[in-house]
């Protein structure tokens, strides 16, 4: 299984990005990245993924380098309900069967 | 609004007696996923069913059974539950590959 390497904690101010970088360094090619959240005492809310182009939605953008080997997703004006744990996580598939396997995560804190 | 619902939020149980988490999704899933969460942890992989009456064994199925008769219903078994099974645990389904999974609120299980 592919695993992915977070930094354990990041903070970031009211109103600026917020960068949370991830390396997947043994991603296979037909593995997507996928970022979750998680609030306290939530279950994991989805955020985006992508393969091997960069994407956006209302919520976030997904960079992911040319290698695929790391990727970066952008909250691009951070509020304090964005302090979460962020998972960045691949997605295992073999044959009709898939899984994700989830790291520790980022605790990301948005300070005022 | 899609939906992914666990039985109960919290739960109290004692050692040795058969538990039941139950999970029903209204999306008309394929897949779907047991996890539970342990501080330090992180989120780990119990179970997984891509159809029904399919199951797959996650990172960490010791103790545990799973059931998957109709396709909106995966429900998980201890079944002869332990201290060590005090957990936070999550359901979850998806479409596919290429979609998000959508989780539950989760269940706080405290086995006593």
């Known amino acids: 299984d592919a695993k992915t390497t977070q930094p354990p904690s990041m903070d970031c101010a009211e109103g600026r990005a917020a960068n949370l970088p991830c390396n997947h360094s043994?991603?296979?090619?037909?593995?997507?990245v996928y970022w979750y959240r998680q609030i306290h005492s939530q279950g994991p809310q989805y955020i985006i993924h992508?393969?091997?182009n960069n994407e956006t939605n209302e919520m976030a953008s997904l960079i992911i380098t040319e290698d695929r080997k790391s990727s970066t997703l952008i909250l691009p004006h951070a509020t304090l309900r964005d302090t979460a744990v962020y998972y960045c996580?691949?997605?295992?598939?073999?044959?009709?069967?898939?899984?994700?396997?989830f790291g520790k995560g980022t605790k990301l804190t948005v300070n005022p | 609004d899609v939906k992914v619902t666990q039985s109960s939020r919290y739960l109290v149980k004692r050692t040795g007696e058969k538990v039941f988490l139950e999970c029903v999704q209204d999306?008309?899933?394929?897949?779907m996923f047991w996890y539970r969460q342990d501080p330090g942890l992180g989120l780990r992989l119990i179970y997984f069913?891509?159809?029904?009456?399919?199951?797959e064994k996650g990172d960490i199925p010791e103790g545990y059974s799973v059931s998957r008769e109709k396709k909106e219903r995966f429900s998980l078994i201890l079944e002869s539950a332990s201290t060590n099974q005090t957990s936070m645990y999550l359901c979850?389904?998806?479409?596919?590959?290429?979609?998000?999974?959508?989780f539950g609120s989760g269940t706080r299980l405290t086995v006593v």
């Open positions: 979850a389904s998806s479409e596919g590959q290429s979609y998000g999974y959508t």
């Open positions: 043994t991603i296979s090619g037909n593995e997507y």
């Open positions: 992508g393969l091997k």
């Open positions: 996580i691949v997605r295992w598939s073999q044959g009709g069967s898939e899984k994700l396997v």
């Open positions: 999306m008309d899933h394929e897949n």
């Open positions: 069913s891509y159809d029904v009456k399919m199951k």
